[in-house]
Every structure is written in structure tokens, then in C-alpha cells.
């Protein structure tokens, strides 16, 4: 994490329609993000946080759920910014 930042833009690059996460029984999402930015809340729906999004893509590949997850790129300049050295 010492050698990632990110540019945080105003929208959200990954939306969750938390409607749709109620029927889910797996929350595959919750589990199997690396940056553990799915939680689900106490109506039964999940809460997606973007802001430190590694953009790996998993949540999507993982979901079950058809039209739960809406994934795009962050807008231009906007993101996770990985150092090297």
C-alpha cells in the first residue's frame, strides 16, 4: 500500500444497486475484493466505497448478480496512481 496512491474523482467508477444485492445469499463482492471496499449494510443491500478502488476488476467478475455491479474507468487523470521504485 506504501507505493499506491489515488486521485479520487467526484463520481464513482463502480456504482452497486443495493435493490438488487438483497436477493444475493453469496456477497461474493465482500469477500473476494482486495481493498475490502464492499460492506453489507443492515437492510440487507451492500455499500460500495471507491475512493481507494484498486480497479482489479474482481467484484465484477465474481458477481452473480445481473446489473448489481455497473463497473467503468474512472474518469480521465482520476484513480489508483501505482509508484515504482
Do not use: K, Q
Not at 451492500?46 to 481507494?52: G, P, Q, V, W
Not at 474482481?58 to 446489473?67: A, H, I, M, R
Not at 455491479?69 to 480521465?76: A, E, M, N, S, V
Request: overall charge negative; charged content about 20%.
Amino acid at each position: 500500500m506504501a507505493t499506491v496512491d489515488f486521485r479520487v474523482g467526484e463520481r464513482p467508477h463502480i456504482t452497486v444497486d443495493s435493490d438488487t444485492c438483497r436477493s444475493c445469499t453469496t456477497r461474493e463482492c465482500v469477500t473476494a475484493c482486495p481493498a475490502n471496499l464492499f460492506a453489507p449494510t443492515s437492510d440487507g443491500g451492500i455499500l460500495f466505497n471507491y475512493e481507494e478502488c484498486f480497479e482489479c476488476g474482481t467484484c465484477y467478475l465474481v458477481c452473480n448478480t445481473d446489473g448489481a455491479i455497473h463497473w467503468t474507468y474512472p474518469d480521465g487523470g482520476h484513480g489508483v496512481v501505482f509508484h515504482h521504485g
